[in-house]
């Protein structure tokens, strides 16, 4: 790379930190000074080879590859999210699980001199290209493993940072049997339609959630893969079921939208951009029958529904009536309303018990969750009150401290 490009990327590059930075102060949260001067240091281009500068430095995230059917597998994650997980936690020591190059080597610049970086991924052709790109950006100490990260890398290192880059539905033991006593887990995890990177740390026999914040990743591979289930709802819109903790059946939803639509007003308000991930989670576990929906565009466009956010907005399910909650209505310059709509036979009532919900989310001081992981056999008088699932390797529970 020539001079002139070399400072071209490097302004790009801080104009992408600066808003990376803007970003979360309008969220209210602050980049760490390490991860900022990582962000500042490495440079993304040579993580993505044959893409411009231009899009290098845009803050999407970077697709590289995909499968036969063309799903996609791996990518370099989006930077916004990439500094909001880096936010969550740093160490010295730390395990990546999911490859790309670009975050080994911001996490190689975050570890430190006397730190040290593995990254695991389990396809060969993502491993060769991370090798390749550490190697020529000058992060050749970042041990890149080709592995099922299902299971421990190796017997005897232990990470105090163990940060997934992929979407995970279960926390295996292997997570935790390699992460010091007083480490940190980011994981992206999966439960009832809904992804959230949650920083977990341990407190006794089980970890508890420190930080988390909503985000979307590529599905696990390997022996820890799970697979969702779609229930089709009517042209273009589907209730997305995770494994074992929805037991809804779609038949006698059919034509459910051609049913009346009742509404119901939660006077509930949020200012623009700041609709709550943590209501949705507070749904999933107060809602009964509650399910996430997907819904593409041309079934909004065709005005068939009209969801606060198309690529999972929460719902529930009581026989034949399907609730769910509405784009955000207008109520003054900058504020916006919850609402919620329903259709079927129990429709004025379901539509009430949603708005009621997030009346009462509100009422509690609009609490964020913590998630507890417990070992898979913990029996229920040893777990705390709240929504409790049992995955396949761990139980987890959502409590709701006072806000
Ligand atoms: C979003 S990409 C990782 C992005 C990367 N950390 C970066 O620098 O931007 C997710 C990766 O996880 C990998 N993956 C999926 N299942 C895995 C498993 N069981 N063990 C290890 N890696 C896995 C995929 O092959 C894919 O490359």
């Known amino acids: 790379m020539n001079a002139e490009t070399t400072t071209h990327a490097q302004k790009l590059r801080n104009e992408l930190v600066d808003k990376l930075v803007q970003g979360r102060e309008r969220r209210g949260l602050t980049l760490p000074a390490d991860v900022e001067r990582a962000l500042r240091t490495v440079p993304r281009e040579l993580f993505i080879p044959g893409v411009s500068l231009e899009e290098a430095y845009a803050n999407t995230a970077v697709v590289t590859k995909r499968r036969e059917d063309g799903v996609n597998i791996s990518s370099v994650s989006a930077p916004h999210l990439i500094a909001d997980m880096l936010g969550q936690a740093t160490g010295h020591h730390i395990l990546e699980i999911g490859s790309g190059g670009y975050n080994a080597a911001l996490l190689r610049e975050i570890a430190g001199p006397s730190g040290s ?53 279960d926390v295996p033991p292997a997570w935790i049997s390699q992460l010091t006593d007083d480490g940190t887990l980011v994981v992206p995890l999966r439960t009832l339609g809904m992804t959230r990177s949650w920083a977990l740390k341990r407190t006794g026999d089980h970890l508890i959630s420190h930080s988390n914040l909503s985000c979307g990743f590529v599905p696990m591979q390997g022996a820890g893969a799970s697979k969702g289930r779609e229930v089709p709802l009517g042209d273009g ?50 809602v009964p029958g509650f399910a ?3 819904a593409q565009t041309s079934a909004i466009d065709g005005g068939l529904v009209d969801p606060s956010w198309q690529y999972g907005t929460p719902a529930s399910v009581h026989g034949a009536t399907l609730a769910y909650r509405g784009r955000l209505r207008q109520v003054a310059d900058a504020e916006f309303e919850y609402v919620a709509y ?26 964020a969750p913590t998630l507890h992981v417990f070992p898979i056999d913990t029996p229920d008088t040893d777990l705390p009150e709240g929504l409790a699932l049992t995955k396949r390797h761990c139980r987890v529970v959502f409590t709701w401290p006072a806000a």
């Open 117 to 169: 970086v593995t990254t695991v991924d389990i396809d060969a052709d993502v491993t060769d290209r991370a090798r390749a790109c550490l190697d020529a950006a000058g992060y050749a100490d970042v041990e890149v493993v080709c592995a099922d990260a299902e299971f421990e890398i190796e017997p005897g290192p232990r990470y105090d940072l163990i940060i997934v880059t992929v979407g995970a539905w």
């Open 237 to 286: 819109v589907n209730l997305w079921l995770t494994e074992t903790h929805q037991d809804i059946d779609g038949a006698p939803l059919q034509g459910v939208f051609a049913a009346e639509r009742h509404e119901a007003s939660s006077g509930v308000t949020v200012p623009s951009g700041r609709q709550s991930s943590d209501l949705d989670l507070w749904l999933a576990s107060h």
């Open 292 to 294: 996430v929906m997907i």
């Open 342 to 367: 329903a259709h079927g036979p129990d429709g004025a009532r379901a539509a009430d018990e949603l708005a009621g919900q997030i009346r009462a989310w509100d009422r509690a001081g609009r609490p």
